[in-house]
């Protein structure tokens, strides 16, 4: 019985946790924290839809549209060579969220944080070429680079949302374990592949900002 709990509450965490998500919260803290606050309420919300579209409604329609096909076997995609895919799926929306929000004339630093974000799909993606290695601790990695260099950008020091960040990456790396989605190695590199590949991008907004 704890057996199961502790598995149903690993699921849950993790798909509350889950990568396609990691972006999109990035972007709305930045728009909390940052003076991107001060946005009127119609253009916060046209581009959170904006956002939403491009990072999770395109993402999970194609990968139905993979499932019903069979280039999947689950939506949850734990085989390695199954995700090949779904990530180039995922990088080529990023690609087009960063063209669109461009045009927008949305700050530079949110845009180098997309390009952050494809920066390490396409690193993890040559990566399960070979070896699996753990979405979401790159998610969640990406998500404390983003954040870790917002504060240095905008000269911020946010340390309960650092904090929190850093314990819900202590039980995300948990609860894959426990569901045996990954090794320990591949939760680890995870997560350094998305904090580094965030953090190159969002150093190059702090030249230009």
């Known amino acids: 019985m704890n057996n199961f709990i502790e598995k149903f509450c690993a699921s849950f965490f993790s798909t509350l946790v889950h990568p396609l998500f990691m972006l999109p919260y990035g972007i709305l803290l930045m728009m909390k924290f940052t003076f991107m606050a001060m946005l009127d309420v119609r253009t916060k919300l046209i581009f959170a839809g904006v956002l939403l579209g491009y990072t999770i409604a395109i993402p999970v329609l194609m990968f139905l549209m993979m499932r019903l096909f069979h280039l999947i076997e689950t939506l949850s995609i734990r085989e390695r060579k199954e995700r090949i895919f779904p990530f180039i799926t995922v990088i080529l929306s990023y690609g087009a969220l960063a063209v669109t929000i461009h045009r927008m004339h949305v700050p530079l630093f949110v845009i180098h944080y997309v390009y952050g974000a494809m920066l390490a799909l396409v690193v993890i993606t040559i990566i399960t070429l070979k070896w699996k290695i753990s979405a979401h601790m790159t998610g969640i990695g990406g998500l404390l680079g983003g954040v870790l260099s917002m504060s240095v950008l905008m000269h911020l020091m ?36 998305g904090l580094v590949c965030v953090g190159i991008s969002q150093f190059f907004s702090m030249i230009s900002f």
Do not use: D, E, N
């Open 158 to 193: 946010p340390l309960s949302l650092i904090i929190s960040i850093i314990i819900l990456a202590g039980f995300l790396a948990t609860s894959r374990i426990v569901l045996k989605a990954h090794t320990p190695a591949q939760v680890y590199a995870g997560f350094v592949v």
